[in-house]
């Protein structure tokens, strides 16, 4: 292949499956605006809204290795793009929604298509950039980050005009939009990717403590769920309008963004051991600093708290390969992703019971103090890594 036609494929490969993350994404986390709006409108408890909330990532953990079982069966091209449209389609049902049941019905077939996007996406940017694909799925798991800063913001100002009915529709219309495009682009992409694909044999070296890294992203991934389900009603507490609840988020997933950059300098520094300690010592005390402060100074540390809570993340995940070996790494990050996707699922519906019992800042206390939990975990990893690089 021309170096020419590389490249091209390259940049195919990378803007459907970045878009396609940052709809996912985006998708997944403007349920957060959402919430107080729902809370409201159907009467429900924290612990209904942490099921709201856990429900698209929970069908969308449990169904991620089914969905890659099933891409290679029907093709990237027909799969992904019909989750595009079929998680479009779900904001259409949410909007129509007569109540709670048919709106968990909705969100729950949002979560499925939504499970496509990872591995599918994933294996088409590895496809396509072959030994180049590391630094490649860096520049992916960024366009997530857009998507999460992009649909909250625009979900909030257009509720400023629009019935929450009408807002999560045309956020539907979005998808089947996506849909259309990802159809149109990713043939040409899918095939030269197939042929790219067989460049990439990267080495890996065995190593231990792989259930000792899927253990902190569990914690990591559940607390951070946990936070941002909660943060909303921190915000209203402390006198937010919707629009500054939707600007909220976008500091947190704008700092979360850079913190995924960062934090890839930060561990070539510090490593994962040391980098995890900073950044989950922070998580902790910056959600701790956040209950005292007036609603301008709340503002004012979202960014950092989005750094350190969405940084640990891209650190973690990072370092599978180096503990397990090439023929288990697929198996790894399948077992990983999971995990921690589905830690986050859960975690909503549980400090959800503990909000209806305690109220929203003791809750988020709790939440601050499971985050160091992180830490002796972290401690006990650090000589699985001494024993890798002894070896």
């Not at 990378?14 to 107080?36: E, K, N, Q, R």
């Not at 294996?123 to 180049?132: D, P, T």
């Not at 009915?165 to 990717?193: K, Q």
């Not at 936070?227 to 919707?242: D, N």
């Amino acid at each position: 292949m021309k170096a020419s036609d590389t490249k091209s494929v390259e940049r195919c490969a990378m803007g459907v499956a970045g878009g396609a993350h940052a709809l996912f994404d985006g998708y997944t986390d403007l349920i957060f605006v959402l919430l107080p709006i729902w809370q409201a409108e159907f009467g429900l408890s924290y612990a209904q809204v942490g099921v709201i909330r856990g429900l698209f990532s929970g069908a969308m953990a449990s169904f991620q290795i089914p969905s890659s079982h099933l891409a290679e069966k029907t093709g990237t091209r027909a799969i992904l793009a019909l989750a595009a449209a079929v998680c479009g389609g779900a904001y259409f049902l949410a909007g129509a929604s007569a109540g709670f049941i048919s709106l968990l019905a909705a969100l729950f077939v949002g979560g499925l298509a939504a499970s496509v996007q990872h591995p599918v996406a994933s294996n088409l940017v590895a496809g396509a950039f072959g030994s180049r694909a590391r630094a490649a799925l860096g520049t992916y798991n960024f366009a997530g980050d857009l998507g999460k800063m992009a649909f909250p913001a625009l979900t909030s100002l257009l509720l400023v005009v629009l019935s929450w009915r009408y807002t999560v529709t045309v956020m539907g219309a979005l998808g089947i939009v996506a849909a259309i495009l990802i159809f149109v682009f990713i043939p040409a992409v899918h095939e030269a990717g197939k042929a790219a694909a067989k460049e990439a044999n990267p080495p890996a070296r065995k190593g231990h403590g792989f259930w000792l890294l899927f253990s902190i992203g569990v914690l990591d991934s559940s607390t951070r769920m946990a936070f941002l389900t909660f943060l909303p009603f921190l915000l209203k507490m402390k006198g937010a309008s919707l629009p500054d609840i939707g600007l909220a988020l976008l500091l947190v997933f704008g700092g979360g963004a850079l913190g995924k950059l960062g934090c890839a300098w930060l561990g070539a520094r510090l490593g994962t051991i040391g980098t995890v300690f900073v950044t989950e010592g922070f998580t902790a005390l910056g959600i701790l600093a956040l209950l005292p402060l007036p609603l301008w100074g709340t503002f004012a540390l979202l960014p950092f708290i989005g750094f350190a809570l969405n940084g640990t993340s891209s650190v973690l995940y990072g370092s599978v390969p180096d503990l397990v070996s090439v023929q288990k790494r697929q198996r790894a990050f399948g077992i990983f992703y999971t995990g921690t996707v589905g830690s986050g699922a859960l975690s909503p519906v549980l400090y959800g019971f503990i909000g209806d019992q305690v109220g929203v800042n003791q809750t988020l206390a709790i939440v601050a103090f499971a985050v160091l939990l992180t830490l002796p975990l972290a401690f006990f990893l650090r000589s699985a890594f001494r024993e890798l690089h002894a070896a």
